[in-house]
């Protein structure tokens, strides 16, 4: 039988928060579908649709906690799937901060279309 290998050390905070982001996913993504497939159907979406449910607090904020929350789970996931791999040492150091600077920068992206798409900017 295989030897249960993982970098992440159960009941730790990045263990915890990689389930909890799943969680939060999932759940968004459901929110997401019913809302957009049917509830709106897909040839009743429009961009000023779009602009409209943006200007509202509550799904923008939702909308920016989603793109926050995937960044950290896609980053963090791909970064331990890394580690598992034998990375180490240097290796695993410029990879976390390269990983680190495109996470940021994803964020900075999403943040800035949202602030565009919901009229702030």
Known sequence: ??????????????????????VFLVG???FHFMLLHFVNHAAEITFMGTQARMGQ???????WLFLVTATFHGVNGVYNALVNQGLS????????????LAALALV???TYVALA???FL
């Open 1 to 22: 039988m295989a030897e249960h290998y993982s970098s992440f050390e159960r009941k730790g905070t990045g263990w915890l928060l990689q389930r909890l982001t799943a």
């Open 28 to 30: 968004v993504l459901a």
């Open 57 to 63: 607090v509550g799904y923008f904020a939702t909308m």
């Open 89 to 100: 040492g240097t290796q695993q150091r410029v990879a976390r901060a390269g990983l680190a």
């Open 108 to 110: 900075a992206q999403g």
């Open 117 to 119: 798409m919901n009229g």
